[in-house]
């Protein structure tokens, strides 16, 4: 069975664009041919066009190459600086997850009181998180989302795995929702 990627949200999209353009005017500023770009990144022209158009296919050391040859690798830095969530779970002093084992099929492992305490004041504020990005999305943009999970089934065709994912993202935006009175 192919590997299937799930699809970019349209709202990351745009930052790839947004990103791959603001590539190509640092190019065009400098005066470099995108040719001299490409040579120096170690990549092809025609996947240099691709970097500037933000093609969410091309990888990220690609991306990384890019700057690199422009003179801009030092925005790297600002990658995922700020963390507000995962900076809030680490000032609440919870323990991290343990990784799960694999157990057999139908054994559960027990749980302290203290790890059941951690894992819903984890969830409580991931649940906070949800809701305040709620309110900062606008109902077009949800609605984009919700059509391009639509447009990944049927892009890619049934598949029970992924429309129980869809299933779970639709009740979630509805429990959103009905917490927020709408």
């Known amino acids: 069975m192919p590997r299937t990627t799930p ?3 349209p709202p990351l999209q745009r930052e790839l664009a947004s990103l791959g353009e603001r590539l190509r005017h640092a190019r065009l500023r400098r005066a470099h041919a995108a040719e001299t770009i490409a040579q120096r990144a ?3 022209r025609k996947t240099l066009g691709r970097v500037e158009r933000g093609d ?3 990888s990220l050391g690609v ?3 890019v700057l690199q040859a422009l003179g801009l690798d030092a925005d790297l830095a600002h990658i995922a600086r700020d963390d507000e969530l995962g900076r809030r779970l680490q000032d609440q002093g919870l323990k991290q ?4 084992l694999r157990k057999k099929e139908g054994s559960m492992e027990r749980i302290s009181s203290d790890e059941g305490e951690a894992y819903l004041a984890r969830w409580r504020l991931v649940q906070e998180a949800e809701v305040a990005e709620l309110r900062r999305t606008s109902m077009e943009t949800k609605l984009r989302q919700l059509a391009a999970l639509v447009a990944a089934r049927d892009t890619f065709g049934p598949d029970a795995d992924r ?3 869809v299933a779970e993202v639709r009740e979630r935006w509805n429990r959103l929702r009905q917490a ?3």
């Not at 997850?97 to 799960?100: D, Q, S, V």
């Open 7 to 9: 699809p970019i949200l």
């Open 56 to 58: 969410p296919a091309v």
């Open 163 to 165: 429309d129980l994912h």
């Open 42 to 44: 170690g990549v092809t």
């Open 180 to 182: 927020l009175g709408g």
């Open 63 to 65: 991306y990384v190459r």
């Open 97 to 100: 997850p343990r990784r799960a």
